[in-house]
């Protein structure tokens, strides 16, 4: 393995920290922000009309009720949590076994990158911001919907083709059992993380390597 993408919500980071912490601070200040940043967010506004005729901060606040992966969404979230993040208000949570392996991998000189349904400038603001520091020099690159559907197999050939590796030479990891199907019909390797120990592959990052054994071991890679 030449390269690990891994993805955000449940797997490197707690569902509940995105759903209890994340998704109520921008809908609580959505209607506020868009009206002190009508520059910035016309553009935004403009795409969600088109997409569903209305009033789009009301489109908006419904989509994130509903959790919708909508490009224009997640972009203007990302702009709202900024601000948060800039003032204190929370930090990113990242699990303890993630921080631990992606430092590691980074130092075996893996390339890591992520997939999250979550802006690119969200995802750096997470790990930018994490409980354990700035985590953003472990990554060489980040991908968003911008680059397609989470669960459709010719995101992860465009990901493959655009991080300069075969497909084969990448491991996905994700708690989305769609989304590991997709990533495995692009010819990658992928692992299914289920953090409660259900039917997953993995519980934690901690388990990858007992799985996958080209990867260098987190333990010895740590100690170099």
């Not at 994340?22 to 200040?29: D, G, K, Q, S, V």
């Not at 400038?121 to 397609?148: E, M, N, R, V």
């Not at 997953?200 to 100690?223: C, H, Q, T, W, Y």
Request: charged residues 20%; without cysteine; hydrophobic residues 50%.
């Amino acid at each position: 393995m030449k390269a690990i993408l891994t993805d955000i919500e449940g797997t490197t980071s707690s569902i509940a920290f995105v759903a209890e912490v994340l998704f109520p601070y921008a809908r609580a200040r959505l209607a506020d922000y868009v009206a002190a940043h009508p520059a910035e967010t016309a553009p935004i506004l403009a795409e969600v009309a088109f997409s569903e005729p209305g009033d789009p901060v009301a489109t908006l606040t419904r989509w994130i009720d509903e959790d919708r992966k909508a490009t224009p969404l997640k972009a203007l979230q990302g702009m709202i949590w900024a601000d948060g993040y800039a003032a204190g208000a929370f930090t990113g949570h990242v699990y303890a076994d993630a921080v631990e392996g992606l430092r590691a991998w980074h130092a075996a000189e893996v390339k890591l990158y992520v997939f999250s349904s979550g802006s690119v400038a969200a995802q750096k603001l997470l790990f930018g911001h994490s409980d354990a520091g700035d985590l953003t020099p472990l990554f060489a690159g980040y991908f968003d919907t911008t680059t397609g559907p989470k669960r459709e197999a010719a995101s992860y050939a465009k990901i493959a083709a655009a991080i300069g590796f075969e497909a084969s030479a990448v491991l996905f990891l994700s708690d989305t059992p769609e989304e590991v199907a997709a990533a495995r019909a692009a010819g990658m390797d992928a692992l299914l993380i289920d953090r409660a120990g259900g039917g997953g592959d993995i519980a934690s990052f901690d388990e990858v390597n007992a799985v996958r054994s080209p990867l260098a071991s987190p333990a010895k890679a740590g100690a170099q």
